[in-house]
């Protein structure tokens, strides 16, 4: 900082770290929420609260929320809204659970179980999330019906389609293969996952100073190497910890001796493996970094957002938004799928009242990720820390031993002043009128 | 950015129309808001349209913009009738539009909003930082004093909002240029700047048409001007032929005046 002998001390020095490191003030908020949410119940369960285990169940919990958030975000910056999320969860976690269990197996002639029968399962849940999620779009997009409609509509219609999928019965899961996606059966261990997170930290540095390159071959001004060392050090540092973290929970032995004898072996004594990275965590951190790439640098993202300030403007500009709004839409219907695997594998069945009421937690997290419901603005880490924070509350009250409606009753009243929140500090900054 | 390469003003051919817009109407549920009305514009030449409101001169450049279809008439560009049925079209024929409500995504920084639609890609993903570099260079010339690049455009004033409309339409070697009142939101230096923009633009053989509330503007700014009463076309004038009063009586009265009636 060269300008440090002209800057006022206190305050404005403090500002001008935040101003020079470019931190998002509005992500600031949240990570301090989410720590304080974290703070207190630590003291309050005696530690237990970030615990490898707990941190580990809280991860796991939170990705079919988080997911379908991602999508959720483009869905509201667009001006539209999707009620119908939790709907088409359960539509996609129908069709996949009968055609793994009963509808392959018919037609191939195989045992249920067979990797290829999940495999063409998962294709087929996928191809359906994003079929539905287009028909919405096009009734949006095309037929001019507002969204809030169509997807109400929706709501109803998935819900009960569902029910006649699966005949209104419950769909017992086994197979191991499909349980991989839903967390505790499908872990990377300690080894897989620190080389992974050895090579994710090594990424966000190389992105960070690649961006800082393009940049100055322009010959704009870019931050101070300090500071971009700093926020390397900060990202790294976040990394490497959540994965160590969940590589010190350790698989409890009794499973252990089961997954050996499943192979036919006696486990040696005194033999022990972590859990380290679940697979769905791995599944919404790939889901989380695709959608911040298209978000940001792709013409897609770009002309969501656009359509988002101003509808007319975009559509001025020569952007296609009808067939925009049928993407945005079908994206969102792929991850409603995404979701449903690993919600069923997470919960070992498909039952009727998978996903209800889960739109409601999608469009919070969404929200309380900073995502404006008058569109234009929102951002998919955003989104996921909205939905992490949501989690973190309703498991730490859990735990705490508060009763299911007084959870509900927080959330709500987290998701009111979240907004409330954002609403004074824009109002602070003059941004909004 | 204005290609420097492109002929000399005097090899543009000034004698053809570059846009003849022949016998055009629309109508909205059964007002018609354009009828049967016809308009030309030359290379080099800023044609003003002026009218009441609902005089019907917006609907009708619009239909030239993409952002209406016309029911009737035909368009023609250089003498080849087009078809021009939306935004993207209106771009392919080199139809440049600023309008009235400047049509920015509020959003938006000033780079995305001027390369909105045409995002400049590298390897597939938008170079943020070239457009920005580019940005700055045509911000540079049009309004040197221009300096917030990585804001929103609405933590801009109008005339910079303006003047990224016009970045807009002039990075793209527009041919044909549609300006709808492009001062009404600004202050008398940054009016100033637009005029001079224009007299440019046309010095470069570009058309533009302007549509234009303040006769002043018109006279100064005009070579010929077309005069629109509900709907209907009263009359196009060469600006040199007429007076101040001619016009206004043309708008109010939607009468030409006697002089040049006969």
């Known amino acids: 900082m060269s300008d440090q002998g002209l800057s006022a001390p206190g305050t404005a020095q403090r500002r001008s770290v935040i101003d020079t490191l470019e931190i998002d003030v509005r992500l600031l908020g949240m990570l301090m929420a989410f720590a304080a949410v974290a703070v207190v119940f630590t003291i309050w369960t005696g530690g237990t609260f970030v615990g490898p285990r707990n941190v580990f169940n809280i991860a796991v919990q939170t990705v079919p929320v988080a997911i379908m958030a991602c999508g959720m975000v483009f869905v509201i910056v667009a001006r539209h809204i999707d009620l119908s999320v939790g709907s088409m969860l359960a539509m996609c976690s129908a069709i996949m659970a009968m055609s793994q269990t009963t509808w392959l197996p018919s037609v191939f002639g195989t045992e249920y179980g067979n990797p290829a029968v999940l495999g063409v399962t998962v294709v087929i849940g996928l191809a359906f999330g994003t079929l539905m999620g287009a028909v919405t779009g096009w009734l949006v997009g095309y037929q001019r019906i507002p969204s809030f409609i169509v997807t109400l509509g929706g709501l109803f219609v998935w819900r009960n389609v569902n029910w006649f999928t699966t005949n209104g019965q419950s769909v017992s899961l086994t197979d191991p293969n499909l349980l991989m996606f839903g967390g505790t059966e499908g872990v990377l261990g300690a080894t897989a996952s620190w080389v992974l997170g050895l090579i994710a930290a090594a990424i966000a540095v190389w992105a960070i100073f690649a961006s800082r390159r393009n940049k100055q071959s322009h010959g704009f001004i870019v931050k101070p190497v300090w500071a971009e060392a700093v926020m390397a050090g900060l990202i790294v540092g976040a990394i490497l910890f959540f994965v160590g973290w969940l590589s010190r929970y350790p698989i409890p032995e009794a499973k252990l001796k089961r997954l050996f004898e499943a192979k036919g072996v006696v486990m040696p004594e005194g033999y022990t493996a972590m859990h380290g990275l679940?697979?769905?965590?791995?599944?919404?951190?790939?889901?989380?970094?695709?959608?911040?790439?298209?978000?940001?640098?792709?013409?897609?993202?770009?002309?969501?957002?656009?359509?988002?300030?101003?509808?007319?403007?975009?559509?001025?500009?020569?952007?296609?938004?009808?067939?925009?709004?049928?993407?945005?839409?079908?994206?969102?219907?792929?991850?409603?799928?995404?979701?449903?695997?690993?919600?069923?594998?997470?919960?070992?069945?498909?039952?009727?009242?998978?996903?209800?009421?889960?739109?409601?937690?999608?469009?919070?997290?969404?929200?309380?990720?900073?995502?404006?419901?008058?569109?234009?603005?929102?951002?998919?880490?955003?989104?996921?820390?909205?939905?992490?924070?949501?989690?973190?509350?309703?498991?730490?009250?859990?735990?705490?031993?508060?009763?299911?409606?007084?959870?509900?009753?927080?959330?709500?009243?987290?998701?009111?002043?979240?907004?409330?929140?954002?609403?004074?500090?824009?109002?602070?900054?003059?941004?909004?009128? | 950015?204005?290609?420097?390469?492109?002929?000399?003003?005097?090899?543009?051919?000034?004698?053809?129309?570059?846009?003849?817009?022949?016998?055009?109407?629309?109508?909205?549920?059964?007002?018609?808001?354009?009828?049967?009305?016809?308009?030309?514009?030359?290379?080099?030449?800023?044609?003003?349209?002026?009218?009441?409101?609902?005089?019907?001169?917006?609907?009708?450049?619009?239909?030239?913009?993409?952002?209406?279809?016309?029911?009737?008439?035909?368009?023609?560009?250089?003498?080849?009738?087009?078809?021009?049925?939306?935004?993207?079209?209106?771009?392919?024929?080199?139809?440049?539009?600023?309008?009235?409500?400047?049509?920015?995504?509020?959003?938006?920084?000033?780079?995305?909003?001027?390369?909105?639609?045409?995002?400049?890609?590298?390897?597939?993903?938008?170079?943020?930082?070239?457009?920005?570099?580019?940005?700055?260079?045509?911000?540079?010339?049009?309004?040197?004093?221009?300096?917030?690049?990585?804001?929103?455009?609405?933590?801009?004033?109008?005339?910079?909002?303006?003047?990224?409309?016009?970045?807009?339409?002039?990075?793209?070697?527009?041919?044909?240029?549609?300006?709808?009142?492009?001062?009404?939101?600004?202050?008398?230096?940054?009016?100033?700047?637009?005029?001079?923009?224009?007299?440019?633009?046309?010095?470069?053989?570009?058309?533009?048409?302007?549509?234009?509330?303040?006769?002043?503007?018109?006279?100064?700014?005009?070579?010929?001007?077309?005069?629109?009463?509900?709907?209907?076309?009263?009359?196009?004038?060469?600006?040199?032929?007429?007076?101040?009063?001619?016009?206004?009586?043309?708008?109010?009265?939607?009468?030409?005046?006697?002089h040049l009636a006969a």
């Open chain 2, 1 to 258: 950015m204005i290609d420097r390469s492109k002929p000399p003003v005097d090899a543009v051919d000034r004698t053809k129309p570059l846009v003849e817009m022949r016998d055009i109407s629309i109508s909205f549920g059964g007002i018609k808001a354009v009828d049967h009305v016809s308009i030309d514009l030359y290379p080099g030449e800023v044609v003003g349209l002026l009218g009441h409101n609902g005089a019907g001169k917006s609907t009708l450049i619009k239909c030239l913009s993409g952002a209406y279809r016309k029911d009737a008439g035909q368009i023609l560009i250089n003498g080849q009738e087009v078809e021009i049925n939306n935004p993207r079209d209106a771009r392919d024929q080199n139809i440049e539009t600023i309008y009235q409500t400047l049509a920015l995504a509020d959003n938006l920084d000033a780079a995305s909003n001027l390369f909105l639609g045409r995002e400049i890609k590298k390897r597939g993903i938008v170079d943020d930082a070239k457009m920005e570099a580019e940005a700055r260079k045509i911000m540079g010339r049009l309004n040197p004093n221009f300096r917030k690049f990585s804001v929103p455009v609405s933590a801009l004033s109008g005339g910079q909002r303006q003047s990224v409309a016009i970045a807009r339409a002039v990075y793209f070697n527009a041919k044909i240029l549609i300006m709808d009142e492009p001062t009404a939101a600004l202050g008398p230096h940054e009016t100033q700047m637009v005029a001079e923009l224009i007299q440019e633009l046309k010095a470069q053989g570009l058309g533009i048409f302007l549509i234009e509330h303040d006769i002043h503007n018109v006279m100064k700014l005009c070579d010929r001007a077309s005069v629109m009463k509900n709907g209907q076309l009263v009359g196009t004038v060469n600006v040199k032929d007429v007076t101040d009063d001619d016009i206004l009586g043309m708008i109010i009265l939607g009468k030409k005046p006697a």
């Open chain 1, 278 to 433: 679940p697979i769905s965590v791995l599944i919404l951190i790939a889901v989380g970094v695709v959608m911040t790439v298209v978000a940001r640098k792709t013409t897609f993202g770009r002309y969501i957002f656009a359509m988002g300030g101003n509808p007319d403007a975009a559509e001025l500009s020569g952007i296609n938004t009808r067939a925009l709004t049928v993407k945005i839409f079908a994206l969102m219907g792929f991850l409603c799928a995404l979701a449903a695997l690993v919600a069923q594998a997470r919960l070992q069945s498909h039952g009727n009242d998978i996903g209800m009421l889960e739109e409601l937690r999608v469009i919070a997290a969404a929200v309380i990720g900073g995502t404006a419901l008058a569109g234009g603005v929102g951002t998919i880490y955003g989104a996921i820390l909205g939905a992490l924070i949501m989690q973190s509350l309703q498991s730490g009250m859990a735990m705490v031993g508060v009763d299911t409606p007084f959870q509900n009753i927080v959330v709500g009243l987290v998701l009111i002043i979240a907004v409330w929140v954002d609403i004074i500090y824009r109002k602070r900054l003059g941004l909004s009128k």
